[in-house]
Every structure is written in C-alpha cells, then in structure tokens.
C-alpha cells in the first residue's frame, strides 16, 4: 500500500524549488583554489589559530562514560589530553598528572564526540511546512513507502549540489554542519547531500569537525507496478565524481576528512552503478554506504525489475562487507538477516527521525532492535532534513526508548549500549575506530561536555539516562575534536554563530534566486 497524496516534504520540496530549471549550472571548481573563491562570504574562521592549545591540558572532575568495549564510567574523573590524542584517563582519587592548562568539568558529563555516521547536507531547500499541522498529508515514506515518488526524487536531487556555486556550498555547509557539531557531533557520514563534496569538506575543515564526504549517487527510478526502469542520470558523470572526491579527499592531509561513496538504495542504481561503487571502495579501500532495504514497499519494486530483492542484488555484485554502511535495514528476510551478519555489514538507522516522516521502521519488524540484541553494532544517526530535526542526543534518546519499546524489554537498548550507537558503533562504521568513537588512552582527543547540573538531575544515579530521556542537544556545553577545542561554554571557538548564519541565508537567498522557486 502507498499513499499518491504527498506532502513536500524536505525533499519534496527540494525538488519542487529546483524543478523549474534544470540546466543552470555552477562554476567548476578550481583545485587549490578554495579560499581565493570565497569572496561575499565571510570567509575565514575568525580564530583559527588561537584555538590550539599547546602543553598538556587536563580535563577534571567530571562524570565520565568512555563507550569503550568494557563500558568503562568513572563518577569523579579526569582526562589528560596532550596534541592530538588523549594521553591517559583517571578517577581523581587517584593521583594527578601535571599539565599546563586545567579545565573543571564539574556539573559535566564527559562522554566520547559524537559519531554521525549517515547524514544529508540539505538546508538549501526551502521550507513550506505549515506550522498548525493544516498542510499535512502523509509523506512518501509513509505507508510502506512511494517507490516511484522517492525514485524520481532521488534522482533530480542527485544533481542539486552541481548547481550551487562553490561559495553557495560552502556557507550552506557550514552552517549546517555547525548544527551538528554544535550538538556535540565530531564525526559526519555524507550519505549524499544537495551539496558537493569540495564545499563540505572545505566547511568541515574550517569548523575542524571531521566528514566522510560523498556524493548522491542515483541513475534510475522505478514507476509503481513497473518491469523495467527508467534511466534518469548519467552514470559515468555520478562515478566520475565519486573518483574525483576520493583522489581530492579521501585520507585527506587534515586528518579530517575521508571518502565514502554512496547510492541512495537497490531501487535507484542500475547494475552499472552497483558495480561501479563496489570497484572504485574497493580501489580506494574506502567504507560505501546506502540505504538498505528500508521500506516495506521496495522489495517488491526492486525484485518485479530485477528478480532480486534490495539485499540480494548487494549481494550479488559484491557489495555485503564490512565497508558497507546500510541505512535502515529493516526489511530483510530471515535468510538476509543471517547474511548481513555474516558479512559484517554496519548496520545503521536513524531512530529519532522515523516518527517524523511517519516510517515503521523500529517497531514493524523490530529487525533493528534484533539486531542489537544479537550483539551487532547499529550506529545511531539523524539522517537529514532541511532544517535541524536533531543531533546525536535526540537520535540515542530513539534508539533507548525506541527499542526497548518495540522489543518489549528495558534491555534491549539501555543507555550505555545507546551511548555505543552514537559514538563506537558510528566511528567502526566510519572506519575510523582506531581513531575515535570512544574516551581510551592513545585515541584522539574527540570529547564532548554536556551540562548535567540542574534539577533534572538532582535524585538519579544515573545522568546519562537522565541525559538520554530528558537532555536535548543544547545541552552540549563544550566540544574538542583532535584536541582543539571548537565549542566551548556553547559558542564556536572560531566562528560567530550570526556571521554564520548571516552568510547561510545570503548562500541559498543567491542560490534559490538562480535555480529557481516553487511555482
Ligand atoms: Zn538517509
């Protein structure tokens, strides 16, 4: 069953502000030549040198959870930080290592950066939604989801982010970037935006966060009840363009920045394409992502074109690894479910968000809290929306409540192991877990604050639940990516959050003007 009524939602409405032109075209961007193109925005991080901190810096007194392996927390701790990495980690009842700078985090919970391991870079789109609920019809994902609406979608956003300038996507991606590590997200993974990967990385390292950057990958679309698919892009173009990412950006000499090629899912990539993601992951020896069997609808769509249904067909062209980030894997059958698991796929899902869209995906199947039940590392992500719908905070707050609702027991997902999904499980996913992902000595100094001294938290024993349950991502107090701290006491270290904002609104104002508005 699918719904034909639809409401724009982020990207229906995407869609219908750009449908009116497809052919403008951006200026192509010029290697090396990042900052000299960013005149009419504001262009530099204001204190970028200032931020490093030289000499050891030691972090005390605050309620430290590590999401490490062992679930390690420590109520009254330390962690001293020297460069780049965190040095060692210690309950203040034992002695304390020297260090130049002292920060006091009590009233503070300590908890690992934050892991975003699928996200959409999309706040060029505008937004039309009603704020008294009067506009509302279910969206494409509802009710099993509209293939053929979600196909023809995909594929014209596919080609948004070559439309925008290289000055537009950069003040776009900043400032939607810095939503999230304003949230205490250290790590993104672009799972394909209406941006372009050069802009997004140019952001990311200008905030200091780190990014997979990607590029919406997406070449055919299948009508309801159709045998055959429609070709609706050019598929050497979208594989061109992932090669061209990967040589700029993949094990970048910021130490920020990587590759992930990504498809939107089996109903919107040829074979072609399919094979061509498997071939240039593997050339590159970089993670690929997509959404895996996320909706209900789909496997039915995809086997009546291609006699495969969405986990067999990644199958067969070599795509089921441990490279492979798969989106809101609801929907497999049993024998794919034991497959998935064999092949150490990273399954991932986007708790928070499916409410929103009115998708089934945790309690239909209940395959997602299965899954983490069966000791598999599901990451925790916010998936993208036009605007900010969530950080990390809200999405573990899902997978906590979420699963042990659908699960029907309060094991199921308990706040350390929906701590994990936010931060370890993303950073394995990400393949960066040697990196990030967890507070353990000889990682890099990724570390966020969160306020907890407040009434919410006066008769717990327990702050990260209370954060969990009742926090948001306001709560953030403070951020340290690679040792640099970059929020602190709520502010960018490097930035002014109005500049910010101010250059945003002068990026899509530009943008929307050339490519057009909603009729
Ligand atoms: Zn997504």
């Known amino acids: 069953m699918s719904c034909t009524c639809l409401r724009p939602s982020w990207l229906e409405g995407l869609m219908l502000s ?9 200026p192509s961007f010029a290697a090396g030549n990042q900052k000299d193109s960013l005149s009419g925005f504001s262009p530099q991080p204001a204190n970028r040198k200032v931020a490093k901190t030289s000499g050891k810096t030691l972090i005390k007194n605050g309620f430290l959870y590590a999401a490490d392996i062992n679930n390690t927390v420590i109520e009254n701790a330390w962690i001293l930080v020297e460069g780049d990495r965190i040095q060692a980690i210690g309950n203040m009842a034992d002695p304390l290592p020297e260090a130049e700078h002292h920060v006091d985090a009590s009233g503070k919970l300590l908890l690992p950066g934050f892991v975003n391991p699928h996200w959409h870079e999309s706040f060029v789109a505008p937004n039309h939604e009603k704020p008294d609920d009067s506009d509302l019809v279910p969206t494409a994902y509802s009710n099993g989801g509209n293939i053929e609406a979600l196909g023809s979608m995909f594929g014209f956003i596919s080609t948004v982010g070559q439309k925008l300038t290289l000055n537009e996507g950069i003040a776009i991606a900043r400032w939607s970037m810095w939503t999230q590590l304003r949230s205490g997200t250290t790590a993104l993974g672009d799972v394909g935006s209406a941006n372009t990967a050069d802009a997004m990385a140019t952001a990311a390292i200008d905030l200091g966060m780190r990014l997979r950057v990607s590029r919406w990958g997406s070449d055919i679309m299948i009508p309801n009840g159709a045998s055959k698919y429609k070709t609706i ?32 899912g089996a109903f919107g990539s040829s074979d072609e394409q399919l094979m061509a993601l498997r071939e240039i992951a593997s050339r590159y020896d970089a993670p690929y992502a997509t959404h895996l069997a996320p909706l209900k609808n789909e496997r039915e769509a995809v086997r009546g074109v291609f006699g495969l249904t969405p986990v067999q067909r990644f199958d067969r062209f070599g795509l089921l690894t441990d490279k492979l980030v798969a989106v809101h894997t609801a929907y497999a059958s049993e024998e794919e479910y034991a497959r998935l698991i064999e092949t150490g796929v990273n399954i991932c899902h986007a708790p928070a968000h499916y409410g929103m869209l009115g998708e089934t995906t945790m309690s239909e199947t209940g395959q997602l809290g299965r899954f983490l039940r069966d000791g598999v590392w599901v990451s925790s992500s916010t998936d993208g929306d036009i605007t900010f719908t969530g950080g990390m905070c809200e999405a573990m707050r899902g997978a ?18 929906a701590l994990k999904t936010g931060s370890l499980f993303g950073a394995k996913a990400l393949g960066w877990l040697d990196r990030i992902g967890s507070l353990e000595a000889g990682k890099q100094a990724d570390i966020v604050m969160v306020d907890i001294d407040d009434y919410r938290y006066q008769l717990g024993n327990h702050p990260l639940r209370t954060y969990l349950v009742t926090g948001s991502s306001h709560d953030v107090d403070s951020v340290m990516v690679a040792g640099d701290w970059l929020v602190r006491d709520k502010k960018s270290t490097r930035f002014d959050e109005q500049a910010l904002f101010a250059d945003y609104q002068q990026a899509v104002e530009s943008a929307r003007a050339r490519i057009g508005r909603p009729s």
């Open 18 to 26: 750009l449908s009116e032109n497809h052919g403008a075209s951006a």
């Open 233 to 264: 892009a050019n598929t050497q173009a979208q594989t061109d363009d992932w090669v061209e990412l990967l040589e700029r950006w993949h094990n970048h000499e910021s130490g920020l920045i990587g590759g992930m090629p990504s498809v939107m």
């Open 400 to 417: 906590h409540l979420g699963h042990n609702e659908a699960q029907n027991c309060n094991t199921a997902c308990p706040p350390t192991l």
